[in-house]
């Protein structure tokens, strides 16, 4: 059960730390032009893009390191964290944090049945 948390917080932080980039990159209007609504319609667009794209690769991540029950983690993390970092607008330097709590609650709980199944 350590392990499959572990690995499931490290994943979260690695995507939590491709949210941060991918939103300091349209704060700072290099891949978008500050006229008319052109960063505020990237930033909306983005956000849905990345929530599947997530998902997927946080259950890609996680299935390579041969934690079991993978989507069942990837998918209500990542969908939970993104929602949470809209909420939490101003600070995307907080979003590690967030989607690695976020990855190992999702581990603990669906993880439960799994330790039941493995004491004696």
Same mark, same amino acid.
């Given at each position: +059960?350590?392990?499959?948390?572990?690995?499931?917080?490290?994943?979260?932080?690695?995507?939590?730390?491709? /949210? /941060? !980039?991918?939103?300091?990159?349209?704060?700072? *209007?290099?891949?978008?032009?500050?006229? &008319?609504? *052109?960063?505020?319609?990237?930033?909306?667009?983005?956000?849905?893009?990345?929530?599947?794209?997530?998902?997927?690769? !946080?259950?890609?991540?996680?299935?390579?390191?041969?934690?079991?029950?993978? /989507?069942?983690?990837?998918?209500?993390?990542?969908? +939970?964290?993104?929602?949470? +970092?809209?909420?939490?607008? !101003? +600070?995307?330097?907080?979003?590690?944090?967030?989607?690695?709590?976020?990855?190992?609650?999702?581990?603990?709980?669906? *993880?439960?049945? &799994?330790?039941?199944? &493995?004491?004696?």
């Amino acid at each position: +059960m350590g392990r499959r948390v572990a690995l499931a917080a490290g994943v979260g932080a690695l995507l939590g730390l491709a /949210w /941060w !980039g991918m939103f300091e990159l349209l704060a700072s *209007g290099t891949v978008c032009s500050k006229d &008319e609504w *052109g960063c505020l319609g990237a930033f909306v667009t983005s956000i849905p893009i990345f929530a599947v794209a997530g998902s997927v690769v !946080g259950a890609l991540g996680l299935r390579s390191l041969k934690v079991s029950r993978a /989507w069942l983690v990837a998918v209500p993390a990542t969908l +939970m964290a993104v929602v949470a +970092m809209v909420l939490l607008l !101003g +600070m995307t330097f907080l979003s590690f944090a967030v989607f690695a709590a976020l990855y190992a609650l999702i581990a603990v709980l669906t *993880g439960s049945a &799994e330790a039941r199944r &493995e004491s004696p």
